[in-house]
């Protein structure tokens, strides 16, 4: 990947790299006060709520990190493209699984002011139960034979 260039993207992305259970704190020196974040699932904020949201989301999970893949960057946006790496418990059994993603970030006063999070929510979930999950790679297979 080319030199990131954005002070901010900078923080994001060395905050990201390490993001843990024991380091939620540093979320504060990325994301605004004023944040939104979506994601599939949500719709968040302020930076209190994020951050409760991500204390919840941490003490349910057995581990997470995130792969930056590509990214394009302006002074005020960026895209970022990435992977997850993350087990949960009650998804095949606590098996890492891996999703692909991508995020939309807006910057003020270089933090984060808006995150936007793009992924496949019935990859992430459904296809980590038992019986759905076999259900619906089935069915992802027999199209893909089309």
Same mark, same amino acid.
């Given at each position: 990947?080319?030199?990131?260039?954005?002070?901010?993207?900078?923080?994001?992305?060395?905050?990201?790299?390490? =993001?843990?259970?024991?380091?939620?704190?540093?979320?504060?020196?990325?994301?605004?006060?004023?944040?939104?974040?979506?994601?599939?699932?949500?719709?968040?904020?302020?930076?209190?709520?994020?951050?409760?949201?991500?204390?919840?989301?941490?003490?349910?999970?057995?581990?997470?990190?995130?792969?930056?893949?590509?990214?394009?960057?302006?002074?005020?946006?960026?895209?970022?493209?990435?992977?997850?790496?993350?087990?949960?418990?009650? =998804?095949?059994? !606590?098996?890492?699984?891996?999703?692909?993603?991508?995020?939309?970030?807006?910057?003020?006063?270089?933090?984060?002011?808006?995150?936007?999070?793009?992924?496949?929510?019935?990859?992430?979930?459904?296809?980590?139960?038992?019986?759905?999950?076999?259900?619906?790679?089935?069915?992802?297979?027999?199209? !893909?034979?089309?």
């Amino acid at each position: 990947m080319d030199a990131v260039n954005n002070p901010a993207l900078i923080k994001f992305f060395d905050v990201y790299a390490q =993001l843990g259970k024991e380091n939620l704190a540093q979320l504060a020196d990325v994301y605004h006060h004023s944040v939104i974040f979506e994601d599939p699932a949500h719709k968040i904020e302020g930076f209190t709520a994020l951050e409760a949201y991500f204390f919840n989301l941490y003490q349910n999970i057995n581990s997470c990190r995130f792969v930056i893949n590509s990214y394009v960057e302006d002074d005020h946006e960026a895209f970022v493209q990435w992977t997850m790496h993350f087990s949960h418990p009650r =998804l095949q059994n !606590g098996k890492e699984r891996s999703l692909e993603g991508c995020t939309q970030l807006k910057f003020e006063q270089e933090k984060v002011i808006y995150h936007r999070d793009y992924f496949d929510m019935g990859e992430m979930i459904y296809e980590g139960l038992p019986m759905f999950g076999r259900v619906i790679r089935h069915i992802k297979a027999r199209l !893909g034979q089309s």
